[in-house]
């Protein structure tokens, strides 16, 4: 391959801007891809130091296109029981839930985190798809008593295993005590928060959801003031972090056909409850045929792989096609290039090294299963 120009992004007033860009920009921001419709910081041109702060510190990450898509009246919980495969039985106000959503073939459409928020408000935090589409037309076409509509919300995630005392500095030690995707209503000095316990990583962390876009640059700052003593620097959600962790990425690692099974999601598609959903019967087919592809972890042969890759590689078992690699990088906590992707039944049966075709040349490889750690 010949020398490749980097290519810039446009920065325009189509795409939208997060509450928190300025100061993204402000704190050293160098790249930038596009979910949901706005700009999302994915690099602040230090990749050791953002992983490092990642593992070992605290970083604060603007996640604003995690958008919520609000589904408010009293057909809230009857439309979200359509919407995902996922049991929402006992669902409290301040409960979160991994909900992954299917369009009637069964495939997924999204994967977003769901908290009930009030008796008849549920939100969900979506990854890049066009939700608040789908489900409108939903629930227009069943003409549910339902509003469905982007309520002025952004995410800001503080991730790492301190992020903890930050949050607890910032709030008070009730923090301590929430449960995984556990969350309260709050304010931090009179700025309207949503304060929960997740994030897009697995090193413990917190996410504050702005309720007010005019007041992103001032809970930026609060926060980088609050992590000072914790030395937090900027971050996003991390390339390396996640392929270790084994998290889904939506539309990386998925396609048009990906189904939940095939994730290794089993867990949260109840086919034997009483509701209806989205996607039920082509789910129970599915289930019943067995799936011919999974999700799993590699390990990957070569040169350490240090860049983020542009293109999914091509997976291949004794010169049969055998799926595709979606990230791949070198793990400096597993010491070995690590990658997920969707392989074939066949080839993770036939437990012998599977092929990649990476830009330079074919790897050797073999599947393991995730999460890394
Ligand atoms: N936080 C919020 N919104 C989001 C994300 C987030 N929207 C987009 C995207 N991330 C949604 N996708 C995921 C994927 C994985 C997880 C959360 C959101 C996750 N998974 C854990 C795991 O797979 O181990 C836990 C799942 C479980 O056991 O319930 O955390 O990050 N606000």
Not at 337 to 351: E, F, R, T, Y
Request: some cysteine; aromatic content about 8%.
């Amino acid at each position: 391959m010949g020398a490749v120009m980097a290519v810039q992004l446009s920065i325009g007033s189509r795409v939208r801007k997060s509450p928190f860009f300025k100061s993204s920009r402000n704190a050293g921001l160098t790249a930038a891809s596009v979910y949901n419709h706005m700009y999302m910081p994915t690099s602040y041109g230090d990749p050791a130091a953002e992983y490092d702060r990642l593992i070992n510190g605290v970083a604060m990450w603007d996640v604003a296109v995690e958008r919520q898509v609000a589904l408010k009246g009293p057909d809230a919980l009857a439309l979200a029981r359509l919407l995902t495969p996922r049991n929402l039985d006992g669902l409290v106000i301040g409960q979160g839930k991994y909900v992954p959503l299917c369009n009637y073939n069964g495939a997924i459409i999204n994967d977003p985190v769901l908290l009930q928020v009030a008796e008849h408000e549920i939100w969900l935090s979506i990854a890049d798809s066009d939700i608040q589409l789908w489900a409108s037309a939903v629930a227009g076409a069943l003409k549910l008593d339902v509003d469905v509509f982007e309520p002025d919300v952004s995410p800001l995630a503080i991730q790492g295993p301190k992020a903890i005392e930050v949050v607890s500095d910032l709030f008070g030690d009730w923090v301590r005590e929430l449960k995984y995707f556990g969350f309260r209503v709050t304010d931090l000095g009179g700025i309207p928060l949503v304060v929960a316990r997740s994030g897009w990583s697995k090193q413990g962390g917190y996410e504050l959801y702005l309720r007010d876009a005019s007041r992103g640059d001032e809970l930026w700052a609060r926060v980088a003031e609050a992590g000072k003593p914790y030395s937090i620097g900027p971050g996003t959600p991390n390339y390396i972090e996640r392929i270790e962790s084994g998290l889904i990425s939506y539309g990386a690692d998925t396609d048009a056909e990906t189904n939940p099974f095939e994730l290794g999601m089993d867990k949260f598609i109840a086919l034997d409850q009483p509701y209806d959903f989205i996607g039920k019967d082509a789910l129970i087919a599915i289930k019943r045929a067995g799936v011919t592809r999974r999700f799993m972890g590699l390990i990957i042969d070569g040169p350490r792989i240090m860049q983020t890759s542009e293109d999914r590689h091509n997976v291949t078992c004794n010169g049969a096609d055998a799926g595709y690699v979606s990230a791949c990088v070198f793990s400096p906590r597993v010491g070995e290039n690590i990658g997920v992707g969707m392989v074939s039944i066949v080839a993770i049966d036939a437990a012998e090294p599977v092929q990649i075709q990476m830009e330079d040349g074919p790897r050797s490889a073999r599947i393991v299963p995730l999460p890394f750690i």
